[in-house]
């Protein structure tokens, strides 16, 4: 293992320079209700591994045996490509390791795949398509019911997976599959969703339209949801007709390949669904390759715009959603308890790591003088290993996700932002090597500071404060992210103006993080997506990309109908 390079993130560093505790001190109490339901996740947890012994990595895990703690893994499996419905071991000559982001053991090493291996990927799904779209829709749509029911039953081996790998919370992680599940539950009902359109044209004329899929479809995925991102494009690429290649983020990619082994054995043919592994060497692979029709991404600017102008250039069709900092407006007449709960979940849930996070407070008036109150809420979160009970949110991915927060806030204490509550250096007791920030809560911050320029994606909230809700609108509007964003009021007519004068494509009225459910679609604005957001994710618009319309216009004219009696008489014309 050693003989061969490894693209590896450098932690040492981080693992020998003890940090020095600071300021913040994050007490693991949590109000009742919210204790309780993340104890009955971690305790379903212990429980159903209770007689087992479980196991303690992804690679050999099963329904109810699964990873269930940070402890270091004894001899780490390397993860494994996925062609033709089989698991297969690279002969990458580069591998990425990849640590528990608690405690930065290593957790397992990514294959950048070969260039034959990600060849032999498209050639797999290339090879399946044509008999694929020839499956009747009702027999895409049977494989799909049994990918739900079997995504149910690897529910916590799924989550348990992500908290390994990716750190957040046993509960939250059974969350990013449950809506990853809800895509696939609504792509079931495909039969009622893929319906063209007929209409009488002309007398005898008809024009009727066919959703016809695109061939090969790519997916590449980031690293916060491993499960949700790689299901926004696995059921309605596959119950559409097309095959798909999937680049897992490889910095979590476990996940996925549960779920590939999954898909095999919910009956998707061999070449359907594929697997492939690496970082921007694998990308630019599926960016040229010239029989992969269609693209989704999921990911930051800096990668997405790149691969949405590649991909066009390339000739390809592209769905990419980017970045984002979503602004909450709180005005004093909303129910200010629930604004303050629901602020607090929303800004540090998953160590800020959603593209949704509310990271971005715009205190309207009166309501600056809440955020002590906010700063109440956060210091009762408990910031702990994701398999712990009671954590709240876990670790960030990765020491130098780490750092790059740090050093975020202290820009802000150097451009004259004031630190209300300091998460910098905290770190659990069990847990001294993890890639730990505390919720970090950042008052009087003005629109020019690095803090508010930047997405942060940590466990960080930026309070900005304005007099009237026309300043809210103004601020909020003259950002350039467009991903979400909400309004706490208890003003019908103030919420009323606010979502039709507010530009973000996903609009929460005392809502703080309002993703649309899969009935509708993931309506980011702006900066947050690539090519003005003409496509965007799952609804009706996701099926719209993994489809090509086709259009037939036929002419059965009346009189040259076959006449219905027969003629009995000899013919007499010659
Ligand atoms: P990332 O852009 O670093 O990585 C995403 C994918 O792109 C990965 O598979 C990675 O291998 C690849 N990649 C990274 N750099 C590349 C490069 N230079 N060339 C080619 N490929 C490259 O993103 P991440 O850190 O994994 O995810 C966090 C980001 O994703 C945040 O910005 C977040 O807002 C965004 N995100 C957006 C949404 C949304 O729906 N808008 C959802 C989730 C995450």
């Known amino acids: 293992m050693a003989a061969r390079r490894v693209v590896s993130r450098n932690i040492p560093a981080l693992v020998s320079r003890a940090q020095a505790p600071r300021t913040v001190h994050l007490a693991t109490r949590m109000s009742a209700p919210k204790a309780s339901q993340a104890l009955t996740a971690t305790r379903r947890l212990h429980a159903t591994a209770k007689h087992l012994s ?16 940070h402890e270091r893994i004894a001899e780490p499996v390397d993860t494994q490509n996925f062609l033709d419905n089989q698991f297969t071991s690279s002969k990458a000559s ?3 390791d990849l640590y528990d982001p608690a405690t930065n053991n290593l957790v397992t090493r990514v ?22 779209r020839k499956t009747s829709l009702l027999h895409r749509q049977q494989i799909m019911f049994k990918f739900v029911a079997l995504i149910r039953e690897n529910w916590d081996r799924l989550a348990a997976s992500i908290t390994l790998e990716q750190g957040k919370t046993f509960a939250d992680a059974r969350g990013d599959v449950l809506r990853g599940l809800q895509v696939a539950e609504t792509a079931c009902g495909i ?5 063209g359109e007929l209409l009488e044209v002309s007398k005898d004329m008809e024009t009727r339209s066919y959703k016809e899929p695109l061939g090969v479809t790519a997916a590449i995925c980031p690293f916060n949801f491993p499960a949700m991102i790689p299901l926004w494009s696995i059921p309605l690429a596959t119950v559409t007709g097309n095959t798909i290649v999937i680049k897992p983020s490889e910095r979590d990619p476990g996940a996925m390949m549960i779920l590939a082994e999954l898909c095999e054995k919910a009956g998707f043919p061999p070449g359907v669904v594929n697997v492939v592994h690496g970082a921007a060497k694998t990308v630019d692979f599926i960016l040229d390759e010239p029989r992969i029709k269609a693209i989704s991404f999921v990911g930051s600017n800096k990668a997405g715009e790149y691969i949405y102008s590649r991909a066009s250039a390339n000739g390809k069709r592209c769905q990419a959603n980017l970045g984002a900092k979503n602004h909450a407006a709180v005005l004093p007449d909303c129910n200010k308890n629930h604004a303050l709960n629901a602020i607090a979940g929303a800004a540090f849930g998953a160590a ?3 593209c949704m996070a509310l990271s971005t407070l715009v ?27 009671g954590a709240d949110l876990g670790p960030v991915i990765s020491p130098e996700a780490k750092t790059r927060i740090e050093a975020v806030i202290a820009s802000a204490e150097k451009e004259g932002a004031k630190i209300v509550l300091d998460g910098r250096g905290f770190k659990p007791e069990k847990y001294p090597n993890g890639n730990w920030v505390g919720p970090t809560i950042i008052a009087d911050v003005k629109p020019h500071m690095r803090c508010y320029v930047e997405e942060i994606f940590g466990p960080v909230l930026v309070c900005l404060n304005v007099p009237t809700i026309d300043d809210a609108i103004s601020l909020i509007n003259a950002n350039e992210y467009g991903n979400g964003t909400a309004i706490f009021t208890r003003s019908g007519p103030t919420a009323a103006r606010f ?6 494509g996903q609009v929460g009225i005392n809502v703080p993080i309002p993703v649309p459910l899969p009935m509708f679609s993931f309506t980011g604005n702006k900066k947050s997506v690539a090519g003005g957001g003409a496509s965007t994710f799952y609804g009706k ?12 216009t036929s002419l059965w004219r009346a009189e040259d109908a076959v006449a219905t009696k027969a003629s009995v008489n000899m013919p007499t014309q010659s």
């Open 541 to 552: 618009p996701g099926i719209n990309f993994y489809t090509q319309t086709k259009t037939v």
């Open 94 to 96: 580069q591998w990425i």
């Open 363 to 389: 205190l309207v008036g009166e309501t600056k003088d809440w955020i002590p109150e906010i700063a109440k809420r956060a210091r009762q979160l408990s910031v702990n290993g994701g398999f712990e009970p």
């Open 111 to 132: 294959p950048q795949s070969t260039d034959a291996e990600l060849k032999a990927a498209v050639d797999s799904a290339e090879k399946a398509f044509p008999e694929w």
């Open 352 to 354: 800020g790591q959603r």
């Open 54 to 69: 479980p196991a303690t990595t992804t690679a050999a895990s099963t329904a109810t045996s699964y990873p269930t703690s």
């Open 191 to 195: 039969t009622t969703q893929l319906t």
């Open 499 to 504: 979502q039709s004068e507010i530009e973000a």
